[in-house]
């Protein structure tokens, strides 16, 4: 009994101080939660794309830039349309000529996928997200752009 009390209270404790700093498990918005909010302070969004089902928008894929720290944040976020139902949704992004493999964050989340962040540079990334609705696939991957 006394193992398990010690235990509910360390969770309890961790879950109210990660509260105080404001972090949520990826996926699970915040009060008030925007796309540039997500990538965290100094992002400036530099491009996005909407997911639409004829004049709907189901989400949307958001570029930002951190110009002091070089580094490129994407996020995929629910539209109202889409708000609040637990649906496949991902995002990713990839640096040209960093060797390193896409990052991607892919999951069932119900209000947004991200952020995946990677240092650019000077060199040209290629970003993209999805969400699946209703039986459809609505996705998208730029081309490398927003080089240097």
Not at 32 to 38: D, L, Q, Y
Not at 52 to 79: G, I, P, Q
Request: charged residues 15%; aromatic residues 10%.
């Amino acid at each position: 009994m006394r193992t398990s009390v010690r235990h509910s209270a360390v969770i309890t404790s961790a879950v109210a101080a990660l509260a105080a700093l404001g972090a949520a498990p990826a996926g699970a918005a915040p009060a008030a939660a925007t796309p540039a909010s997500v990538c965290g302070s100094g992002y400036t969004q530099i491009d996005s794309h909407a997911f639409r089902d004829s004049s709907v928008e189901l989400a949307r894929v958001y570029l930002f830039y951190n110009a002091s720290t070089k580094y490129n944040c994407v996020v995929t976020f629910h539209a109202s349309a889409t708000a609040g139902q637990t649906l496949t949704t991902g995002a990713w992004l990839d640096v040209d000529g960093d060797g390193k493999e896409q990052v991607k964050d892919q999951g069932k989340y119900s209000s947004y996928a991200g952020p995946v962040r990677l240092a650019a540079g000077t060199h040209c990334v290629k970003w993209g997200g999805l969400i699946e609705v209703g039986g459809g696939t609505y996705s998208y991957t730029s081309p490398w752009s927003h080089c240097g």
